[in-house]
């Protein structure tokens, strides 16, 4: 028996080859179109001074507000009054120091003038890329970070600031693909530099590309890998709940989540656990899960278009009229139904599972079966709900996902359809 799927992400992921099951995903996050994780805790650059920049904490920019805080010193990215230039390694020093406190414009400034200083220093193009980032110029960001890569090709540590572009703000197939290799080659350099938290980054990028290619297994190995290194760190341990929701191991993933959610507020690790709940067809504690991620972090989490069983049966039936006549046609051939949520059982045959958040379903008939026995096209109400913030959204979607999963009908595999936007 082979399966058909459709799952909402940043990009329609193919099932493995080997794998009996192939769908439309849904998104893990509940926005549309989520940005690929939530928020790193940290971006680490280092200048060669030994100095390590990271993002201003939320936490201390909170606690700065409340005391009076000395003007910054004005960047020494311009020549002195007597015409000399200043020294690289008191730009990058002052960069590291701008970058630091979240000063990004100044940490930029000084970066690019370092970097016409001399055009040949790794860490003047590696503080311009995590600044750009900072700053949302993702197009110059990557080609800052390239810059720095075609001087030093395994540098680790610029390495992980590109993967971390390419997992986070990027997202696409082919983005996650080459963080991956980015990854892959840094860990050599950092297992002999001998750097737990370089490797415990290196290992929860990977996770969050591999989670997002539709491979959990494999997310779960990296993800558990960071944990090792780092068992504080909660951004690891959520990645290890995510692969585990994933895997449909619900019940080690809800463990996971309740106990960094029983540290600390956490959106994220409530949204999985709203998830798991509605699995379990636990609506109240689903609902409650949902509205406490939604206050936690309102912009992750947006109100969804949320149709009633009724409004949406009737959206399903517009949208099948509006179709054009060869997909009525497909949908005629098949046993067609909506459904609230994938079941467990078609979820779990495949190796690794297929996602819970797939949108909808197709299932040829079974091996063997005699001819009269009809494929089957199911839509997944609840995720198809959850992926849209309002009714032109989940029109879209549906028709999206019908579409799709009558190509598999037809006899077309994920990359045809995925060449199709589908």
Known sequence: MTHSFRRFLPLVVAAAAASPLSCKRAPPAVDAVPAAKPPASASLVTAPAASTA?????SDAVRGAQRPQPEPPAPPCLPSPEGRDPAVPDLLEQASRDFEKGRFEDALECAREASRLDSQSVAAHHFRGAALTELGHVDEAR???????????DDPEVLRSAADLHVRRLGGRDDLELALLYTRRAFPRAHRMKDRALLKDLHLLEAMALDDLGRPGDALAAASKAVELDGKDREARREKGVALFELCRFDEARAELEKLGSEEPDAWAEHYLGLIAERAQDDVAAATHFARAQK???????????????AFARVVQEEVARLPADVQAGLKRSNFAVVDLPDVGDLTATDPPLSPGILGLFRPPADGSNDQERPAIFLYRKNLARAAHN??????????TLIHEVGHLNGEDDDQLRDRGL
């Not at 990271?54 to 939320?58: M, Q």
């Not at 278009?305 to 009724?310: I, V």
């Not at 959204?393 to 028709?399: A, G, P, S, Y």
């Open 54 to 58: 990271k993002p201003i904490d939320a």
């Open 143 to 153: 080609t800052a970070y390239a810059r720095a890569l075609a001087l030093d090709p």
């Open 296 to 310: 936690l972090d309102a912009d992750a989490f947006k109100p969804t278009a949320a149709p009633s069983p009724s």
């Open 391 to 400: 009714d032109d959204e989940l029109r879209r979607e549906v028709r999206d």
